[in-house]
Each structure stands twice: as C-alpha cells, then as structure tokens.
C-alpha cells in the first residue's frame, strides 16, 4: 500500500473553470480514475470527458463513489468548496487554489480538527503516485517514473525539479507530496514524512523545506526520533535577504528558526543528508541509496 | 500589504480602541488647523511604512543621486543639506503652534531614513498630528497568526515601547502568548484576564480588555495578518491608550477588503509596481547582476542559491506566477532589462500549470522587440518542454541553453563575468 493514493482511488475534481479542465484532461491522459465533477451551473451540461458533473459533492459522493477530491474552484470560493467536501466526509481533499486568504484557513483549520478528511494544500501542486498512474494536481506527468523514492516539497515547482533529478539518475518515485507554501496548511511536512516512514513502498525520502516558519524544526524533531529511513534534504532561500518576503507567503524570515542556516542544522542534526545545492539533490540521494546498500530503489 | 500608522488608528478607533486625539494631514494650512483645534502640546510624526521612525534620519528630496545614497548609508550627518532641521527622528514633540509648524515643514514631503528602508529612505507622504499623551509606563498588544497550530495568537508585553525581536531575544518571559479559539474570539472578558496578568492596576483593567477586544476585532474584521499596538500606554491618571498602532493586511482579501483605498503607492519600489500590474507574481530588487527570471516562489529562491554557490549574485527574485500568456514574459523581461545592474540574465522556467512552449515564444519576442543586449541563459523543462526548446531552436535568436539547473547558474555567472 503506498501513501495518500492508490488504485482504489477515486478522483472528483471542484471547480471546471478553464484551468480545471485542462489540468483534469492531463490527468485523464494519465490514466487517473477520474469519476465525477462538481462544478454548480456548469455550462457544460451533465457531463465532461465522460464523467458525470454534479451540482453538489455529496452527489458526486453519493452517485459516482468519489472518495478524493481536488479543489481548483478561486480564491474567494477555496474555503467554502473544502468544507463543503469536508461536509461530505470526502477522506482526501486536495486544494490547488493559491491566494486563499489566512483566516479563511483558520475556519477551515477548525472545521477539520473534528472531522476525518485530510487535506492537502492550499496552494500547493498536488500529489502523484506514479505507479497507479494517479495524478490529483497539476504536476507534469512526464517527468515522473515509478520506484521507491518519496517525495515532500513546500513548493510545487522544487517538486519538478527534484522528481526531474531523480529520475535522471534512474531513481523512481513512490509518491510525490507538495504540501503547499502558505501558513496555514491542511497537512505538515512531518506528518507526510511519517506516512512515508510507514509505507512499505517508500525506502528513502527527499524533504524539500525553504526559509520561514518552523515546519523544517517539526520535521527534524521526527526523523531523530522516528525516522527509519534515509531522508535527503534541501533547504531553499539559503540567500535570500532577511526580512524581504519572497512570494510564498510562509517565507518569511521571522527570529532564527525561520533561517535556511537553523534549518539546515536542525535537519543535519537529526541525520537527515542535506544537499546544499539545488541541483545535486538527484546526485546526492544516488549516493546515500549505494551507501545504504538500497538498490530495489536505485534499480528501478 | 501594510498601511499606515493613521489609518491602522481610524480602523482601530472605530472598533472600541482608544487613541489619542489627531488626524493626518499633507498641507500646511490643515496642520495649521488641527494643532489648533488640539490644543497644547501635539506630537509630529511622519507616515511612512517602515518601523524604527523614533531613530530615524529625515533627509532632503534635493539632489537624491545614487552617490547620495551611498554616503548616506555610511553618515548621513557627513552629507552636507541633507538632514533636515536640527533635531533627529520621524517623531517629534511640539508646544505651541510656531514648533509645531516648524516640525510639520521638516518632515512633510521629505524622506525618513530608518534600519528598514534601505539608504534612500521611505517618502512621508503625510504627517499624523495628536494631542500628547502622558505616559506613566508602556505595554505591548499584537495579534497575529500562528501558522503551526493554525490559530490566532494574542501576544502581550509589559515590556511596551521597544522592538518586540529584542524583547523576545533577551527576556523572553516578559511575552505572553495566549491562542485564541477562534470560534469564541477574544471576547473582553479575555482582555480583562491578559491585563490582570500585566499587572495593570485595577482602574485600567476593564479599558485595557477594551483595547484587547477591540484589536482581535479589528485584526478579524480587516483580514489583518498582523495587528500591533506598541506601545499602549498607562497614563499618568490611570486611562489607557493605543499610542502606536500597525496593520498588516492580507493581499488575498483584496476581493473583499477595500485595499486599493488603503495603499499608498508612494510607500512602494517602482519597479515592484510595474511588476505587479503586469500580473508577475512577486519582484524584488537584490544587489547583484544576474537577472532571474523564475516560475515558483521555491524555484525561484533555488536558482538564487545555485547561483550564489557558483560564485555570481542575483540582481532580483522574480517569480513569474503561472505563464499562460506571451506578454507577462516579455513584461518580465523588459523590468529585468530596466535593471542598470544586470550583466546576464538567467531564465529557469519548470512547467506545471505554465506552459513552457509560451514560455519560448515569449522570450523570442521579447528578445526581438526590447532589443535585449545582454547574454541569456534559458533552462526549459516540463509542460510542453519539447516544443519549447523546438521554438528556441528555430527564432534563430541567441540564448544559451541548459539541460539541467547547475549547468544553467555555471553558464550564467560566466556570462556576467
């Protein structure tokens, strides 16, 4: 069994605008189980690429077994489309959605404390478990290949860029996790990493974590205690200025724990490998896979 | 976005927040105005958006030359004409109307240097004139998000007046930091216990609640990731007051919150601006010589660091958002060809939601229209990668290309070399 995703997975996609479409046909391209869309008034009528489009997610759960969600419905819109599919008891919800706005995600925070599903996002690439062909985001699938490798990113595009390396040096992935780049998030980087520890399909981690907040310390604190299983990470904005905010509304520099350099020690401490360069996480996660002698990983 | 210091009052007062008597002003016939209306003694300060106005440098918009700066990064005593007046800082007491005038004229329309504006300093568009306030002794109040546990946080001091950082840094036990649920709020009940742990004495406590209701109020109802009251002060009668008030308000309300009414364009880089309006994601000027431009705020920072450890500099951070259009490549292109300081220019673009096919076209045109000079290194990978790298091939324009990120920061430093 692999993480988050699998073969029973059953996609529903909130939010058929223009940008909807065309990222749910690249995943239908993929061979994704897509089974229903939720999209009220769609002008589309009934039906899109095949499956049945409802007003409602309880419909789309009730009628097509949808049991996965991903939200590409507008900021404005974001919070309510999760805590309607939270409504609905949907066990995995996927936001896309960036620009949501920071209390709308303290309501959604609280509604979800007391209710099953999990989520991931906002404003994050998705998630992709190349060996069941499940795409719920919007990576680009090509650069992806099944293997043993997991993947867990703040950023979306870091995410790219690392599957691209490992794969390059022939190293596949089990799932790839972008958790999202803003403050408050459905699902922690450490929490990923802890699915991963336990998943019988991943044998190494790449953590890609950047300067703000302090998930990066989270993540530390667990790979010390927990963590049974190589974990190489990269730590991005290791240059940026201090004080200036570089996009990601979670890269902040605030106190120390907020540095690439307290990261990147807190990680190294705790036994995860850091790769200082972006453009060598590929070449070091070959290494520590040959030292660890893992080479179900490496041969794939 | 932040706004200002009289503004983040107005939005406070109206929800229960006591603050002293004032308002802004710009002319010197509506300060001439007010400080006679006030009465007494008034206090002068200068409306920028940036913090350590109290330690600050007011220098003259005469003469603003890029030399300028530099000397007055070192002193800007030693640059001779451009202090203004004799007295230092961005806020200023004043008895009677003639001080009070003079302090209006030093500041209004000139620049307030401060640790966080950088050598040239912030313009002070307008002037926030009150009544003063007699201060027995100085609290800290904020609120803000604590992304961890997804909640907000009240967070007090009674170690008010000062940079919070410091506070933080060498007494710690002096913060308290309470979570608040957000389904209760911050009811004043909740305020009244926060100032009964400050040991503020028993005539200030039901005020102080006031204060403390009234900033999680105003810190919900404006969609504020931040809102800082520093100092509130006990006042030589027992009263309580906001003193110092900041707001900062999120960018992804704009859709419902009034934010173009409250932005001051004044307050922001030029550059930036342009930036924004073309629908670029995020642009911000560094000191080196390598442009960038770069899909993704994380992508963005690695290809920065890639290029520091290849011995170059980045002269911004430039994430470009989702590139689904032609012109918001050749819009970037053309802020980055701006820069005086750029030798090289690096082009690192991974396809998801953008489309990297739009990506080519765009620096092809953009290349032919602006007449871009210098050399250009373009990595390409991703949606649509193939015909991306096909579009490059055939324009016939010059650009290097990379496979893969370390090989594109090498070339780019050798480029601006």
Redesign the interface.
């Known amino acids: 069994m692999s993480i988050l995703l699998n073969r029973r997975t059953r996609v529903m996609i909130q939010g058929l605008g223009t940008?909807g479409q065309n990222?749910i046909r690249r995943s239908l391209a993929y061979n994704t189980n897509v089974v229903a869309g939720v999209h009220p008034g769609f002008r589309g009528g009934n039906s899109f690429e095949g499956f049945p489009v409802f007003p409602t997610v309880q419909d789309a759960v009730r009628r097509a077994n949808a049991n996965c969600s991903i939200i590409y419905v507008p900021?404005?819109g974001a919070a309510d489309a999760i805590l309607e599919a939270a409504d609905a008891q949907v066990p995995l919800v996927i936001c896309i959605t960036e620009?949501?706005?920071?209390?709308d995600?303290?309501?959604v925070?609280?509604a979800l404390a007391s209710s099953k599903t999990r989520l991931i996002g906002p404003n994050c690439?998705g998630v992709i478990h190349p060996a069941s062909h499940c795409r719920v985001g919007?990576?680009?699938p090509?650069?992806f290949k099944a293997g043993r490798v997991g993947v867990v990113?703040?950023?979306?595009?870091?995410v790219?860029?690392a599957v691209?390396?490992l794969t390059?040096a022939g190293i596949g992935q089990s799932t790839c996790v972008g958790v999202g780049?803003?403050?408050?998030?459905g699902t922690?980087q450490v929490e990923a990493l802890r699915m991963f520890n336990s998943d019988p399909e991943t044998d190494a981690v790449v953590l890609?974590g950047?300067?703000g907040?302090?998930?990066e310390q989270?993540s530390a604190a667990f790979i010390k205690r927990r963590m049974n299983k190589p974990v190489v990470a990269?730590v991005?904005?290791?240059?940026?200025?201090p004080?200036?905010?570089?996009?990601?509304?979670?890269?902040i520099i605030e106190?120390k724990d907020g540095t690439a350099e307290a990261k990147l020690a807190a990680l190294e401490e705790a036994g995860a490998v850091i790769s200082?360069?972006?453009?060598?996480i590929g070449s070091t996660m070959a290494r520590v896979l040959q030292e660890r002698g893992l080479d179900a990983a490496l041969a794939d | 976005m932040n706004i200002h210091e009289y503004q983040a009052k107005q939005l406070l007062r109206a929800r229960g927040v006591p603050v002293p008597q004032g308002d802004a002003v710009t002319t010197l016939r509506d300060a001439r105005r007010l400080v006679r209306e006030l009465g007494g003694g008034v206090v002068i300060k200068a409306q920028v958006h940036a913090g350590g106005r109290g330690k600050g440098r007011v220098v003259s918009t005469a003469g603003r030359t890029a030399a300028m700066y530099k000397r007055l990064e070192a002193d800007p005593e030693k640059v001779e004409g451009a202090v203004v007046g004799n007295r230092r800082g961005g806020v200023r007491l004043a008895d009677g109307m003639e001080e009070a005038l003079e302090e209006f004229r030093a500041l209004s329309n000139h620049f307030l240097v401060t640790h966080?504006t950088g050598p040239g300093g912030a313009k002070i568009s307008s002037v926030l004139i009150e009544q003063q306030t007699n201060i027995a002794s100085e609290y800290y109040a904020a609120v803000l998000?604590d992304?961890?546990i997804?909640?907000?946080v009240v967070v007090a001091s009674t170690e008010g007046g000062q940079s919070i950082?410091e506070v933080?840094a060498e007494n710690p036990r002096a913060i308290i930091r309470q979570p608040v649920d957000?389904?209760e709020g911050f009811p004043a009940f909740r305020g009244r216990q926060l100032a009964k742990r400050l040991r503020l004495p028993s005539s200030a406590i039901r005020p102080a609640g006031q204060l403390f209701a009234g900033l999680y109020q105003t810190f919900?109802e404006t969609?504020a990731?931040l809102a800082e009251i520093n100092p509130f002060v006990l006042t030589g009668d027992g009263g309580i007051i906001a003193v110092d008030a900041k707001l900062n308000i999120?960018d992804?309300?704009d859709?419902?919150q009034p934010l173009d009414e409250l932005r001051d364009l004044s307050q922001e880089e030029k550059m930036e601006i342009e930036a924004e309006r073309a629908g670029i994601?995020?642009y911000?000027k560094?000191d080196g010589n390598i442009g960038c431009m770069?899909?993704?705020?994380?992508?963005?920072?690695?290809?920065?660091?890639?290029?520091?450890?290849h011995g170059g500099e980045?002269a911004n951070?430039l994430?470009i958002g989702t590139v689904n259009r032609v012109e918001r490549v050749i819009a970037a292109l053309r802020i980055i060809q701006k820069d005086p300081d750029v030798k090289a220019i690096l082009i690192n673009i991974?396809?998801?939601?953008a489309r990297v096919d739009i990506v080519a076209e765009g620096v092809v045109e953009a290349v032919k229209k602006l007449r871009i000079k210098q050399p250009i290194v373009v990595r390409l990978?991703?949606?649509n990668v193939e015909e991306g790298r096909r579009i490059l091939l055939e324009s016939g324009i010059s650009v290097e290309s990379a496979e893969?990120?370390?090989?594109a920061?090498r070339l780019a430093v050798a480029a601006a070399r």
Do not use: C, W
């Not at chain 1, 780049?181 to 998030?185: C, L, V």
């Not at chain 1, 200082?276 to 060598?280: G, Q, T, Y």
């Not at chain 2, 770069?294 to 450890?309: C, E, F, H, R, W």
């Not at chain 2, 991974?350 to 939601?353: H, N, R, V």
């Open positions: 940008e990222q900021a404005p620009g949501v706005p920071i209390h995600m303290v309501r925070r609280q690439p919007i990576m680009p090509d650069i990113s703040r950023s979306g595009t870091l790219y860029e691209d390396q390059r780049g803003d403050p408050i998030i922690q890609i950047e300067i907040g302090t998930a989270a990269f991005a904005g290791a240059t940026a200025p004080g200036r905010r570089m996009g990601h509304a979670g890269a106190g200082r360069s972006p453009a060598e | 966080q998000i992304g961890s997804g909640k907000p950082e933080a957000p389904e919900v969609d990731t999120d992804n309300a859709f419902r994601g995020s911000i560094l770069v899909n993704g705020a994380g992508l963005a920072m690695a290809t920065m660091d890639s290029i520091m450890l980045p951070f994430d991974f396809g998801g939601l990978n991703g949606s893969e990120l370390g090989e920061s």
